[in-house]
């Protein structure tokens, strides 16, 4: 996964799928920068939050779980391991379970994972381990994501199956039709209608660029900051989750 916000954190940032090779951004709206407000109890997100990368929920499919088209962008995750990530980290994870949240109509889908790296990952194997070593934590994901937005005036967010969380198997399924349908975005077999799929290593895209060419971009960003900016992480690591 791409870490997107580090756990404890309240800035909204995420993967801008429209600006080339996708760099992560703090969101805008009305012109004000995003962050979630501190729902009680919490402190910010309560997990590592990110991405899977070469994952899309297309906004033309309609899901027959939710019965909802998706929200287009990348599939999300929900990291509860020990560890506070950095923001642009990459990291391999353990894929534990799912939560089907419907955002305003849209299909939304949240993995829940583990760091393989994480001291107790060998106890985690499915979803129902969460439940046994971390009772209340999911309880806490669907009451979260349920309220995040009513502090900026909007509904409680829906989900399907009644809230419950799918299991490990059911997870990699859905991850796997996302990566499908990105698979079609970047070889041009489905229009994005603005999403940028430039990458340098998808030898079949007709978006596939030099690399040469990526790296003056990302040389152009400007150097990370605490606010509104975009995050050039190292070159090669960026590169990564482009790679086909």
């Not at 939710?66 to 950095?86: A, H, L, Q, R, Y």
């Not at 829940?112 to 806490?140: H, Q, S």
């Not at 909007?154 to 199956?161: I, S, T, V």
Request: hydrophobic share 35%; proline share 7%; with cysteine.
């Amino acid at each position: 996964m791409v870490v997107e916000v580090p756990r404890w954190s309240n800035a909204k940032m995420e993967i801008a799928t429209k600006d080339p090779l996708n760099p992560i951004k703090q969101d805008v709206k009305k012109g004000k920068l995003r962050y979630v407000a501190n729902l009680f109890p919490y402190k910010g997100y309560i997990w590592n939050y990110g991405a899977i990368p070469q994952t899309w929920e297309y906004p033309g499919h309609n899901d027959k779980h939710t019965g909802c088209c998706g929200d287009n962008d990348p599939i999300d995750v929900c990291e509860i391991g020990s560890k506070v990530c950095s923001r642009g980290e990459i990291i391999r994870v353990k894929v534990l379970g799912i939560l089907a949240m419907i955002d305003e109509g849209e299909t939304d889908w949240k993995v829940i994972a583990i760091n393989v790296d994480d001291p107790d990952a060998a106890n985690y194997n499915d979803i129902n381990d969460v439940k046994r070593l971390k009772p209340g934590y999911l309880e806490a994901t669907v009451d979260w994501f349920r309220r995040y937005k009513v502090p900026d005036g909007k509904p409680e967010n829906q989900f399907a199956f009644n809230a419950e969380f799918k299991d490990k198997d059911f997870a990699v399924d859905i991850i796997k039709s996302t990566h499908d349908l990105w698979r079609a975005l970047v070889l041009k077999k489905i229009d994005g209608k603005g999403i940028s799929c430039m990458n340098t290593t998808v030898s079949e895209s007709p978006y596939k660029c030099d690399p040469e060419v990526a790296k003056a971009i990302v040389d152009a960003l400007p150097p990370p900051c605490d606010s509104a900016c975009t995050v050039p992480t190292d070159v090669d690591k960026w590169f990564h989750h482009q790679k086909n």
